[in-house]
Protein backbone atom coordinates (compact mmCIF):
# COMPACT_ATOMS: atom_id res chain seq x y z
CA UNK A 1 0.00 0.00 0.00
CA UNK A 2 1.42 3.29 -1.26
CA UNK A 3 0.11 6.35 1.74
CA UNK A 4 0.66 10.17 1.29
CA UNK A 5 1.06 11.59 4.73
CA UNK A 6 -0.12 15.27 4.54
CA UNK A 7 0.82 17.39 7.16
CA UNK A 8 0.35 21.23 7.92
CA UNK A 9 1.41 22.65 11.17
CA UNK A 10 -0.57 24.71 12.99
CA UNK A 11 -3.07 24.71 10.57
CA UNK A 12 -6.37 21.76 10.13
CA UNK A 13 -4.92 19.10 7.69
CA UNK A 14 -8.56 18.58 6.28
CA UNK A 15 -8.80 20.50 3.58
CA UNK A 16 -5.60 19.69 1.91
CA UNK A 17 -6.88 15.78 2.55
CA UNK A 18 -10.17 16.65 0.87
CA UNK A 19 -8.51 18.77 -2.06
CA UNK A 20 -6.20 15.65 -3.05
CA UNK A 21 -9.36 13.49 -3.18
CA UNK A 22 -11.07 15.90 -5.17
CA UNK A 23 -8.15 16.39 -7.42
CA UNK A 24 -6.24 12.42 -7.37
CA UNK A 25 -9.34 10.17 -6.25
CA UNK A 26 -6.12 7.36 -6.31
CA UNK A 27 -3.86 8.96 -4.24
CA UNK A 28 -4.68 7.84 -0.65
CA UNK A 29 -4.06 10.99 1.52
CA UNK A 30 -3.45 10.70 5.11
CA UNK A 31 -3.07 12.66 8.18
CA UNK A 32 -0.52 11.97 10.84
CA UNK A 33 -2.82 10.32 13.18
CA UNK A 34 -4.65 8.09 10.84
CA UNK A 35 -0.90 6.48 10.30
CA UNK A 36 -1.22 3.04 11.36
CA UNK A 37 1.95 1.48 9.49
CA UNK A 38 4.79 4.03 9.03
CA UNK A 39 5.78 1.40 6.60
CA UNK A 40 3.06 2.10 4.07
CA UNK A 41 4.08 5.64 3.51
CA UNK A 42 5.85 6.12 0.54
CA UNK A 43 5.63 10.45 0.52
CA UNK A 44 5.27 13.15 3.01
CA UNK A 45 4.18 16.33 1.80
CA UNK A 46 4.16 18.65 4.71
CA UNK A 47 5.12 22.21 6.44
CA UNK A 48 7.03 21.86 9.69
CA UNK A 49 6.54 18.02 9.94
CA UNK A 50 7.59 16.91 14.15
CA UNK A 51 11.11 17.08 14.57
CA UNK A 52 12.38 13.22 14.25
CA UNK A 53 9.63 11.98 12.41
CA UNK A 54 10.97 12.15 8.55
CA UNK A 55 13.46 8.98 10.17
CA UNK A 56 10.48 6.45 10.75
CA UNK A 57 9.03 5.70 7.59
CA UNK A 58 11.14 2.95 5.95
CA UNK A 59 10.07 2.99 2.74
CA UNK A 60 9.56 6.65 1.94
CA UNK A 61 10.72 7.88 -1.66
CA UNK A 62 9.67 11.39 -1.58
CA UNK A 63 9.47 14.30 0.32
CA UNK A 64 7.32 17.18 -0.29
CA UNK A 65 7.52 20.21 1.03
CA UNK A 66 4.70 21.82 1.46
CA UNK A 67 6.26 25.63 1.06
CA UNK A 68 8.91 27.02 -1.57
CA UNK A 69 11.24 26.53 1.20
CA UNK A 70 12.72 23.61 2.38
CA UNK A 71 14.84 24.72 5.18
CA UNK A 72 11.97 22.82 7.59
CA UNK A 73 12.55 19.83 5.57
CA UNK A 74 16.55 20.00 5.70
CA UNK A 75 16.79 20.83 9.68
CA UNK A 76 15.59 17.63 10.43
CA UNK A 77 18.36 15.16 11.09
CA UNK A 78 16.62 12.12 10.98
CA UNK A 79 15.36 12.58 7.19
CA UNK A 80 17.13 9.79 5.36
CA UNK A 81 19.90 11.39 3.17
CA UNK A 82 18.79 9.42 0.01
CA UNK A 83 15.06 10.43 -0.53
CA UNK A 84 14.54 13.30 -3.11
CA UNK A 85 13.20 16.33 -1.98
CA UNK A 86 10.53 18.71 -3.64
CA UNK A 87 9.65 22.13 -3.17
CA UNK A 88 6.57 24.00 -4.34
CA UNK A 89 7.13 25.98 -8.00
CA UNK A 90 3.59 28.03 -8.25
CA UNK A 91 3.32 31.15 -10.75
CA UNK A 92 0.31 31.34 -8.34
CA UNK A 93 3.08 32.11 -5.16
CA UNK A 94 4.93 34.13 -7.54
CA UNK A 95 1.81 36.33 -8.37
CA UNK A 96 1.10 36.62 -4.39
CA UNK A 97 4.32 37.56 -3.47
CA UNK A 98 5.24 40.38 -5.83
CA UNK A 99 1.78 42.07 -4.84
CA UNK A 100 3.25 41.49 -1.29
CA UNK A 101 6.45 43.24 -2.14
CA UNK A 102 4.39 45.87 -4.29
CA UNK A 103 2.30 46.77 -1.64
CA UNK A 104 5.04 47.54 0.65
CA UNK A 105 7.70 49.27 -1.24
CA UNK A 106 4.46 51.78 -2.41
CA UNK A 107 3.56 52.01 1.50
CA UNK A 108 7.15 52.85 1.93
CA UNK A 109 7.37 55.13 -1.17
CA UNK A 110 4.04 56.50 -0.92
CA UNK A 111 4.59 58.18 2.75
CA UNK A 112 1.25 56.00 3.91
CA UNK A 113 2.24 56.14 7.74
CA UNK A 114 2.35 59.69 7.26
CA UNK A 115 -0.88 60.70 5.74
CA UNK A 116 -2.17 58.38 8.26
CA UNK A 117 -0.84 59.62 11.20
CA UNK A 118 -2.10 63.40 10.08
CA UNK A 119 -5.21 62.03 10.30
CA UNK A 120 -5.35 62.20 14.11
CA UNK A 121 -5.02 65.94 13.70
CA UNK A 122 -7.20 66.27 10.78
CA UNK A 123 -4.25 67.53 8.52
CA UNK A 124 -4.69 67.77 5.34
CA UNK A 125 -1.21 68.10 3.75
CA UNK A 126 -0.32 69.87 1.13
CA UNK A 127 2.12 70.25 -1.52
CA UNK A 128 3.94 66.50 -0.74
CA UNK A 129 5.18 65.12 -4.38
CA UNK A 130 6.19 61.28 -5.21
CA UNK A 131 9.31 60.95 -7.17
CA UNK A 132 9.10 57.09 -8.33
CA UNK A 133 11.95 57.04 -10.50
CA UNK A 134 14.49 57.53 -7.32
CA UNK A 135 13.24 54.09 -5.92
CA UNK A 136 15.92 51.20 -6.73
CA UNK A 137 15.19 48.22 -5.93
CA UNK A 138 17.59 45.34 -5.19
CA UNK A 139 16.06 41.68 -5.15
CA UNK A 140 17.99 39.13 -2.97
CA UNK A 141 17.57 36.32 -4.67
CA UNK A 142 16.49 35.95 -8.46
CA UNK A 143 14.83 32.62 -8.09
CA UNK A 144 11.14 31.59 -9.09
CA UNK A 145 9.85 34.51 -6.79
CA UNK A 146 12.54 37.41 -6.86
CA UNK A 147 12.96 36.92 -11.15
CA UNK A 148 9.09 37.66 -10.72
CA UNK A 149 8.88 39.90 -8.08
CA UNK A 150 11.96 42.22 -9.71
CA UNK A 151 9.70 42.16 -13.22
CA UNK A 152 6.83 42.97 -11.50
CA UNK A 153 8.52 46.29 -10.07
CA UNK A 154 9.92 47.22 -13.40
CA UNK A 155 6.72 46.94 -14.80
CA UNK A 156 5.73 49.79 -12.22
CA UNK A 157 8.18 52.08 -13.42
CA UNK A 158 10.61 51.09 -10.75
CA UNK A 159 14.51 50.69 -11.46
CA UNK A 160 15.06 46.96 -10.11
CA UNK A 161 17.98 44.85 -10.09
CA UNK A 162 18.42 41.36 -8.59
CA UNK A 163 21.58 39.05 -7.08
CA UNK A 164 21.86 35.60 -7.29
CA UNK A 165 24.79 33.13 -6.45
CA UNK A 166 25.54 32.34 -10.21
CA UNK A 167 25.71 35.08 -12.86
CA UNK A 168 22.57 35.61 -14.43
CA UNK A 169 21.74 37.75 -18.17
CA UNK A 170 18.15 38.04 -17.70
CA UNK A 171 16.72 40.83 -20.52
CA UNK A 172 16.47 44.83 -19.06
CA UNK A 173 17.43 43.36 -15.73
CA UNK A 174 20.60 44.71 -13.46
CA UNK A 175 22.15 41.85 -12.08
CA UNK A 176 25.02 40.88 -9.46
CA UNK A 177 26.16 37.52 -8.27
CA UNK A 178 28.67 36.07 -5.54
CA UNK A 179 30.09 37.74 -2.59
CA UNK A 180 31.34 41.30 -4.56
CA UNK A 181 27.99 41.60 -6.43
CA UNK A 182 26.10 42.13 -3.14
CA UNK A 183 27.92 45.64 -1.99
CA UNK A 184 27.58 46.65 -5.32
CA UNK A 185 23.79 45.82 -5.35
CA UNK A 186 23.08 47.52 -1.55
CA UNK A 187 25.15 50.39 -2.84
CA UNK A 188 22.50 51.08 -6.25
CA UNK A 189 19.46 50.19 -4.05
CA UNK A 190 17.07 52.49 -1.97
CA UNK A 191 14.67 49.61 -1.45
CA UNK A 192 16.50 45.96 -0.63
CA UNK A 193 13.81 42.60 -0.45
CA UNK A 194 15.37 39.82 0.80
CA UNK A 195 13.49 36.16 -1.29
CA UNK A 196 16.73 34.07 -0.56
CA UNK A 197 16.49 30.58 0.30
CA UNK A 198 17.56 30.14 4.46
CA UNK A 199 21.12 28.39 3.96
CA UNK A 200 24.22 28.27 5.74
CA UNK A 201 25.88 30.75 3.43
CA UNK A 202 22.28 33.11 3.73
CA UNK A 203 21.72 33.02 7.21
CA UNK A 204 22.15 36.60 8.94
CA UNK A 205 23.32 38.27 5.85
CA UNK A 206 20.63 41.14 6.47
CA UNK A 207 23.16 42.73 9.26
CA UNK A 208 24.97 45.91 9.80
CA UNK A 209 27.67 44.86 6.61
CA UNK A 210 25.30 44.81 4.41
CA UNK A 211 23.39 48.08 5.74
CA UNK A 212 26.67 49.92 5.38
CA UNK A 213 26.41 49.60 1.90
CA UNK A 214 22.77 50.92 1.53
CA UNK A 215 22.19 55.08 1.18
CA UNK A 216 20.44 56.36 3.98
CA UNK A 217 17.12 56.31 5.22
CA UNK A 218 16.85 53.41 2.66
CA UNK A 219 13.92 50.28 3.00
CA UNK A 220 14.22 46.68 3.94
CA UNK A 221 11.69 44.20 3.00
CA UNK A 222 12.07 40.90 4.60
CA UNK A 223 10.14 38.13 3.48
CA UNK A 224 12.15 34.81 2.94
CA UNK A 225 12.86 33.80 6.49
CA UNK A 226 13.73 35.30 10.01
CA UNK A 227 16.67 33.56 9.82
CA UNK A 228 18.28 36.09 7.20
CA UNK A 229 17.98 38.78 9.62
CA UNK A 230 20.00 39.96 12.66
CA UNK A 231 17.95 41.85 14.66
CA UNK A 232 20.00 44.04 16.48
CA UNK A 233 21.48 44.94 13.34
CA UNK A 234 18.12 45.99 12.29
CA UNK A 235 17.09 48.40 15.27
CA UNK A 236 20.75 49.50 15.22
CA UNK A 237 20.27 50.70 11.28
CA UNK A 238 16.43 52.21 12.23
CA UNK A 239 18.38 54.44 15.10
CA UNK A 240 20.84 55.37 12.57
CA UNK A 241 18.91 56.44 10.06
CA UNK A 242 20.55 54.02 7.68
CA UNK A 243 16.84 52.27 6.98
CA UNK A 244 14.18 54.71 7.39
CA UNK A 245 11.47 51.46 7.83
CA UNK A 246 11.58 47.52 7.20
CA UNK A 247 8.68 45.56 5.83
CA UNK A 248 9.10 41.98 8.15
CA UNK A 249 6.98 39.41 7.11
CA UNK A 250 8.80 36.61 8.94
CA UNK A 251 10.72 36.60 12.00
CA UNK A 252 13.32 34.09 13.82
CA UNK A 253 10.32 33.24 16.51
CA UNK A 254 6.95 32.56 14.89
CA UNK A 255 4.54 33.65 16.29
CA UNK A 256 6.12 36.92 16.92
CA UNK A 257 6.51 36.91 21.19
CA UNK A 258 4.16 39.54 22.61
CA UNK A 259 7.01 41.18 24.32
CA UNK A 260 9.10 41.43 20.97
CA UNK A 261 9.64 45.14 20.40
CA UNK A 262 8.55 45.08 16.58
CA UNK A 263 5.40 45.07 17.69
CA UNK A 264 5.67 48.46 18.95
CA UNK A 265 8.21 49.73 16.45
CA UNK A 266 6.12 52.48 13.81
CA UNK A 267 9.36 52.09 11.59
CA UNK A 268 8.46 48.33 11.24
CA UNK A 269 5.65 47.07 9.08
CA UNK A 270 4.56 43.91 10.38
CA UNK A 271 2.95 41.27 8.53
CA UNK A 272 2.57 36.99 10.11
CA UNK A 273 4.50 34.99 7.14
CA UNK A 274 1.65 36.05 5.19
CA UNK A 275 3.35 37.25 1.89
CA UNK A 276 2.61 34.71 -0.22
CA UNK A 277 0.79 31.93 1.76
CA UNK A 278 0.14 27.93 -0.08
CA UNK A 279 -2.56 28.09 -2.23
CA UNK A 280 -5.02 24.77 -1.89
CA UNK A 281 -6.15 24.30 -5.30
CA UNK A 282 -2.40 25.08 -7.20
CA UNK A 283 -0.50 23.68 -4.63
CA UNK A 284 -2.13 20.50 -4.43
CA UNK A 285 -2.16 20.15 -8.16
CA UNK A 286 1.51 20.72 -8.02
CA UNK A 287 1.83 17.20 -5.57
CA UNK A 288 -0.31 15.21 -7.33
CA UNK A 289 1.46 16.03 -10.27
CA UNK A 290 4.98 15.15 -8.63
CA UNK A 291 3.50 11.77 -6.87
CA UNK A 292 1.80 10.94 -9.99
CA UNK A 293 5.63 11.52 -11.38
CA UNK A 294 7.39 9.68 -8.60
CA UNK A 295 4.90 6.27 -9.18
CA UNK A 296 4.91 6.18 -12.93
CA UNK A 297 8.80 6.63 -12.60
CA UNK A 298 9.03 9.43 -14.40
CA UNK A 299 11.75 13.01 -13.81
CA UNK A 300 10.04 14.87 -10.41
CA UNK A 301 9.59 18.41 -10.86
CA UNK A 302 10.82 21.49 -7.83
CA UNK A 303 13.97 19.04 -6.39
CA UNK A 304 16.24 20.58 -4.55
CA UNK A 305 19.89 19.94 -3.84
CA UNK A 306 20.78 19.43 -0.06
CA UNK A 307 24.13 20.26 -0.01
CA UNK A 308 23.35 23.56 -1.61
CA UNK A 309 20.15 24.28 1.04
CA UNK A 310 18.20 25.16 -1.94
P1 LIG B 1 14.51 29.65 -5.61
O1 LIG B 1 13.74 29.61 -6.88
O2 LIG B 1 15.22 28.43 -5.15
O3 LIG B 1 15.56 30.86 -5.75
C1 LIG B 1 16.56 31.08 -4.82
C2 LIG B 1 17.44 32.22 -5.31
O4 LIG B 1 18.35 32.57 -4.26
C3 LIG B 1 18.27 31.84 -6.54
O5 LIG B 1 18.36 32.93 -7.43
C4 LIG B 1 19.65 31.57 -5.92
O6 LIG B 1 20.75 31.83 -6.77
C5 LIG B 1 19.67 32.58 -4.79
N1 LIG B 1 20.64 32.19 -3.77
C6 LIG B 1 20.67 31.09 -2.99
N2 LIG B 1 21.77 31.06 -2.21
C7 LIG B 1 22.46 32.19 -2.51
C8 LIG B 1 23.67 32.74 -2.08
N3 LIG B 1 24.43 32.13 -1.14
N4 LIG B 1 24.09 33.91 -2.61
C9 LIG B 1 23.34 34.52 -3.56
N5 LIG B 1 22.18 34.07 -4.04
C10 LIG B 1 21.75 32.90 -3.52
O7 LIG B 1 13.57 30.10 -4.40
P2 LIG B 1 12.15 30.87 -4.47
O8 LIG B 1 11.07 29.95 -4.89
O9 LIG B 1 12.33 32.12 -5.23
O10 LIG B 1 11.92 31.19 -2.92
C11 LIG B 1 12.83 31.95 -2.16
C12 LIG B 1 12.49 31.89 -0.68
O11 LIG B 1 11.34 32.70 -0.40
C13 LIG B 1 12.10 30.53 -0.12
O12 LIG B 1 13.24 29.72 0.12
C14 LIG B 1 11.37 30.89 1.16
O13 LIG B 1 12.29 30.96 2.23
C15 LIG B 1 10.82 32.29 0.86
N6 LIG B 1 9.34 32.31 0.78
C16 LIG B 1 8.64 33.07 1.68
C17 LIG B 1 7.26 33.13 1.60
C18 LIG B 1 6.46 34.00 2.52
O14 LIG B 1 5.23 33.89 2.55
N7 LIG B 1 7.05 34.89 3.28
C19 LIG B 1 6.57 32.40 0.62
C20 LIG B 1 7.32 31.64 -0.27
C21 LIG B 1 8.70 31.59 -0.17
P3 LIG B 1 20.99 30.96 -8.12
O15 LIG B 1 19.89 31.42 -9.07
O16 LIG B 1 22.34 31.35 -8.56
O17 LIG B 1 20.84 29.51 -7.74
C1 LIG C 1 6.64 29.99 2.78
O1 LIG C 1 7.24 30.58 3.61
C2 LIG C 1 7.26 29.17 1.77
O2 LIG C 1 8.47 28.91 1.84
O3 LIG C 1 6.52 28.76 0.85
Request: proline residues 6%.
Amino acid sequence: MSIVLVHIDGEPVEPWIAEFTRQAPEIEARPLDRIEDPAAVDVVVAWKLPQGLYGTFPNLRLIQSMAAGVDHVLADTSRPAQVPIARVVDPWMARAMSHHVILQILRWHRQLDLFEADRAENRWRCGVTFHPETVRVGVLGLGHLGQAVARALQGLGFAAAGWSRSPKALEGLETFHGTEGLAALAERSTALVCLLPLTTETEGILNAGLFAHLPEGSFLVNVARGGHLVEDDLFAALDSGRLSAAALDVMAAEPLPSDHPAWRDPRIFLTPHIASEINLATATTVFVDNIRRLRRGEALTGLVDPARGY
